[in-house]
């Protein structure tokens, strides 16, 4: 079973850095494309960012370019996020997500951000 | 950037009835379009890509349809566990955007 379990989720203040961390197992980790997406309160989901099976590719939605960075360890089945600069608009659930360049197959559970002072 | 607008924001129906989604690109994707399904707190859950194509163990009752920049996400019956928002997504280019979002609620 497709198992995604995201971590490092909690309470930043403005400015601050976080790093999220989602954990897969089940599925031939290496072999995906794996993605972050992120939703408001309240909101819709937002694609944030995807990165391909050797890191070589990486992808990020403009209002994050140069505050967040996507990495994974493939050898650990391990996606990251690094947040810098976080803004209050940030505050979400984020969620990694595995599949293909475009689509989103398996979703984790989520993970809360919530950027406040 | 490509915006994806859905309508309606919002649909009551029946258990039972038909139901059709519409999904507008600001420019042509050509079949490059994705469905998803979330459910109150839970993680969206993927329906159809390419357009049409049903990702394994969605049941035939769900299905897509369009190319270019329209196009519908149809429930030939609804059941009470397809209440839910749905969303569009397109698969052309990066920023793979989301439409807004469709919630369907019972009549």
């Known amino acids: 079973e497709v198992q995604l379990v995201e971590s490092g989720g909690g309470l930043v203040q403005p400015g601050g850095s976080l790093r999220l961390s989602c954990a897969g197992s089940?599925?031939?980790?290496?072999?995906?494309?794996m993605s972050w997406v992120r939703q408001a309160p309240g909101m819709g989901l937002e694609w944030v960012a995807n990165?391909?099976?050797?890191?070589?590719?990486?992808y990020y939605v403009d209002s994050v370019k140069g505050r967040f960075t996507i990495s994974r360890d493939n050898a650990k089945n391990s996606l990251y996020l690094q947040m810098d600069s976080l803004r209050a608009e940030d505050t979400a659930v984020y969620y990694c997500?595995?599949?293909?360049?475009?689509?989103?197959?398996?979703w984790g559970q989520g993970t809360l951000v919530t950027v406040s002072s | 950037d490509i915006q994806m607008t859905q309508s309606p924001s919002s649909l009551s129906a029946s258990v039972g009835d038909r139901v059709t989604i519409t999904c507008r690109a600001s420019?042509?994707?050509?079949?490059?379009l994705n469905w998803y399904q979330q459910k109150p707190g839970k993680a969206p859950k993927f329906l159809i890509y390419?357009?049409?194509s049903l990702q394994s163990g969605v049941p035939s009752r769900f299905s897509g349809s369009g190319s270019g920049t329209d196009f519908t996400l149809t429930i030939s019956s609804l059941q009470p566990e397809d209440f839910a928002t749905y969303y569009c997504?397109?698969?052309?280019?990066?920023?793979?955007?989301f439409g807004q979002g469709t919630k369907l609620e019972i009549k």
């Open positions: 990165i391909r099976q050797d890191g070589s590719e990486k």
């Open positions: 390419a357009a049409s």
């Open positions: 997504q397109q698969s052309y280019s990066s920023p793979y955007s």
């Open positions: 089940g599925f031939s980790f290496s072999s995906y494309w």
């Open positions: 420019q042509s994707i050509s079949k490059y």
């Open positions: 997500a595995s599949g293909s360049v475009t689509d989103l197959d398996y």
